[in-house]
């Protein structure tokens, strides 16, 4: 009889305090017999001044439960979390389904001590209004709800906490070829880290894999254009957090754009070289110079182009056919030389070969000369000068002799054609035997000279040129006293 009685009394306590032993796991049937707080709480203002109010005891509870480093977040948190008045779904024994399993409760004992209650069953057949709110602390989800009947903080259970995710990159804007980092070291609550870049097109241009000890990535991409890195963050249950993301750019190259003007010019006379048509697709262009190479490719000088435009004057001292090359830089470094102009430089002293037949006045008796000398040209394509000299052949007899000559000429050009004029100096050209007419003697003479180019080449050029000589003599009448050569001219 007094076994029945110690039975009874026993199962009587635990019904008082509303928990069943079973095993290991308690039983919770009924809230209320064992408040934290004598009255209901009816807000959440009311719940924050109780917790605050209580806070020593709390922390004794917290040290009870033996979850002292748990104290410190939650009254922090709690402070200042959400606190989701919700209701509490009763336990349906015919519903088939396991009853929600509680970590811990916290109570206040008959003798008025904060103690805590562990792995606990559900099984209040009622619903309860309770105040929930998530504490996130070293990486784990502490799932609480508080009863607005008894304001026993209670634990419902634990999880690792959502990844959370952060992505870097640096520099954002990098040449093409260039390393770029990819650096997620700032996410939290991470067993692995992916990541990986996606291509202006969408497709992805790369792949990694990373880890809490070595979350960096060095990436180098190969195409030009706006790149999104997206990351990705798993926790230690395996569970993929937010996308999170950073854009990158891939520098694009400068364009080139090289203009000579003009292509074919002289030594002395300047060569305009600019590459101000020059343009950089995300930037700007920065600098540009001009390498001048021979045929073979071999750089002979680099001129560097002060500034905006990037034009230059470029005088060759040496005749010859050159390539240019313009390089221009953008503000990032990249730079492009892929654009190249041929120029030729032509000399402006030349050899000169000069022949042709001839007419002098009298009976226009005919000639044949020949001269050599040189041209020299004192504004290229405008003003030559013009020296020969040679003989004067006569195809006739008495009273007229081959004899020398020599011209200096200076002839305009404009275009293809060149008129002009100078001295000539030539000895006896007609020498009568019997004193009948006045002798052409040696002396000089007013040339007129004019003609058209007929072949041009690079240094060298060819002419059909009409020249009209008359003696500066006082004595000898121009009626009788001329003659005309029609040549070719040849300089080289």
Known sequence: MRRHRSVLLIIGILILFSVTSFAATKNLYRLGHRPMIAHSVDSEEALREFIQHHAEEIKTGFTYGGFDDLYEPFMQQIAVSE??????????????????????????????????????????????????????????????????????????????????????????????????????????????????????????????????????????????????????????????????????????????????????????????????????????????????????????????????????????????????????????????????SMVEVEKRFYAMLEAGPGLARGTYSGYLFARFGFLYMLIPDALDLVVSAGPGISLTSEPFKSFFMGDVVLNAKINKFFLGGGLAYTSTIKDFEFDEKPDWTSGLNLVLQTGIEVIRKFNARGSIFLEFQMPLHDSLELKDYHFFLLGFRYIF
């Open 83 to 340: 606190l989701k008045s919700e209701s509490f779904p009763a336990f349906d024994p015919k519903s088939g389904e396991a009853p929600v399993h509680i970590e811990w409760m916290m109570f206040r004992s008959s003798d008025g001590n904060i103690k805590v209650a562990k792995d606990l069953n559900w099984k209040v057949r009622k619903d309860e209004k309770v105040y929930r709110f998530t504490m996130l602390t070293n990486c784990r989800d502490y799932d609480f709800i508080i009863p607005a009947k008894c304001a026993n903080i209670t634990l419902v259970g634990t999880k690792a906490s959502r990844a959370i995710c952060n992505l870097k990159v640096s520099p954002a804007k990098v040449k093409l070829g260039d390393p770029f980092t990819v650096d997620m070291s700032e996410s939290k609550c991470v067993d692995t880290l992916k990541a990986r870049v996606v291509a202006p097109d969408g497709s992805v241009a790369a792949e990694g894999e990373l880890t809490a000890d070595k979350p960096t990535w060095t990436v180098q991409l190969d195409k030009s254009g706006d790149y999104t890195v997206q990351g990705v963050t798993v926790n230690a249950n395996g569970e993929e957090g937010a996308v999170c993301s950073a854009d990158v750019h891939v520098n694009f190259p400068p364009v080139c754009d090289l203009k000579v003007d003009p292509q074919r010019g002289y030594i002395g006379r300047p060569f305009v070289l600019d590459a101000s048509g020059s343009s950089d697709p995300d930037g700007e262009v920065t600098a540009a110079e001009f390498m001048i190479k021979n045929k073979d490719g071999e750089v002979l000088e680099t001129v560097p182009a002060p500034g905006k435009p990037f034009s230059v004057e470029k005088v060759f001292k040496k005749s010859g056919r050159f390539n240019v090359t313009a390089k221009v830089t953008d503000d990032m470094g990249d730079f492009a030389d892929n654009c190249e």
